[in-house]
């Protein structure tokens, strides 16, 4: 691992572009792979192609990385290719899973709490929760039980935003934006004092970048972000505070038929990830980087910061919007409150 070129596999994402941002600043030559026209600069090469296994498999060929941060999401059908091809181009595979694998039986919850599949089976999982926590899950058993075990690093990010993703609950950034300093929109008063997993994408960003070339990190999992405890209703007045956004909390029957309808997943990802509470310690992860809880950047300064770079150009952030989700809530105000 003496070599510092680094390959980033959908590395201009949410958490992508902070590792990537604090790689250069390390002293690493990047290769990334996206999807947006971007230009090179520095020793940093961006390259604009889809992530198929073809694709990848003539990228990688003749190529050898010191590591390889994997941004993307697999099925566990498809993962087992992937991580051979992948792990046979580098010394060190990191591979992106999720906090949301966890369960809910110990708190605070680290590296070694269980996992939803230490207690329910694939296909009770397969009827009550999203596809993602599952095949993250299941991909980490892939990794776990193969040949290539001890070259891989696990990362379990906690929901992280940013102004191209700021995020609440289960709201999406387009709607939250639309809606703030401007009409109320409505929350699931259940998730109100839930301690939430949620932090500033560049502290998951920087604990990434930090873990390449550690040998601590071969073969572990490491929880990233943050860990302040914040509840949801604390980190709902901070975007009161921030963009004007001004939330009604009611029972979560009433928020999913209203802001989800007919949306199976997100109906999951509220019962069975942001009901939680996610009191997350990320000692580990701070512990073999070296890097100290003084710099990392707290969620109230950051969602101060990200929405001023939104109030610059609203407009680009509101694109996407759901236009349903906005006829409901306008229903709901209009006619349930009047």
């Known amino acids: 691992m003496n070599e510092k070129n680094v390959l980033l ?30 230009e090179n600069f520095g020793h940093v090469r961006f390259y604009k192609t889809c992530t198929n296994e073809k694709n990848l498999a003539e990228f990688l060929e003749g190529k050898y990385y010191s590591a390889i941060v994997d941004f993307i999401h697999y099925s566990h059908i498809e993962y087992p290719y992937m991580l ?13 899973s999720s906090y949301r694998v966890y369960g809910n039986e110990s708190h605070p919850i680290k590296e070694d709490s269980k996992q939803l599949t230490d207690f329910f089976s694939i296909d009770e ?42 995020s609440f609950i289960t709201l999406k950034a387009p709607n939250i934006i639309l809606r703030s ?11 109100k004092k839930i301690i939430a997993g949620y932090s500033f994408s560049g502290n998951a960003g920087k604990q990434i970048a930090h873990l390449i070339g550690k040998e601590a990190a071969l073969g572990e999992a490491f929880t990233v972000g943050g860990d302040e405890k914040l509840t949801w209703g604390e980190i709902g007045e901070y975007f009161t505070e921030a963009l004007g956004s001004e939330f009604v909390w009611v029972d979560s029957e009433t ?46 300064e950051a969602i101060f910061k990200e929405a001023e770079i939104i109030k610059k150009d609203p407009e680009r952030y509101i694109n996407g ?7 409901n809530q306008e ?5 349930i409150m009047k």
């Open 9 to 38: 596999i959908g590395g201009t994402g949410a958490l992508g572009s902070y590792a990537l941002k604090e790689l250069v600043s390390l002293g690493y030559s990047l290769d990334v792979i996206t999807l947006e026209d971007c």
């Open 255 to 300: 928020f999913l038929n209203y802001t989800t309808p007919n949306n199976t997943g997100e109906y999951y990802g509220l019962y069975n990830d942001r009901l939680i509470n996610r009191d997350m310690d990320i000692s580990k992860v701070l512990s073999v980087t070296g890097i100290p809880r003084s710099e990392l950047i707290l969620t109230r």
């Open 125 to 166: 999982l397969q009827r009550t929760m999203q596809d993602y926590p599952l095949e993250k899950s299941l991909c980490e058993n892939i990794i776990k039980e193969s040949a290539f075990a001890k070259k891989v690093t696990v990362v379990r990010p906690v929901i992280s935003f940013y102004h191209g993703r700021l």
């Open 84 to 96: 051979e091809l992948l792990t046979s181009h580098t010394d060190q595979l990191v591979f992106l």
């Open 181 to 191: 300093g401007k009409k109320p929109m409505l929350a699931p008063i259940e998730a």
């Open 321 to 327: 919007y759901n236009e349903e989700i906005e006829k």
């Open 331 to 335: 229903k709901y105000f209009k006619e």
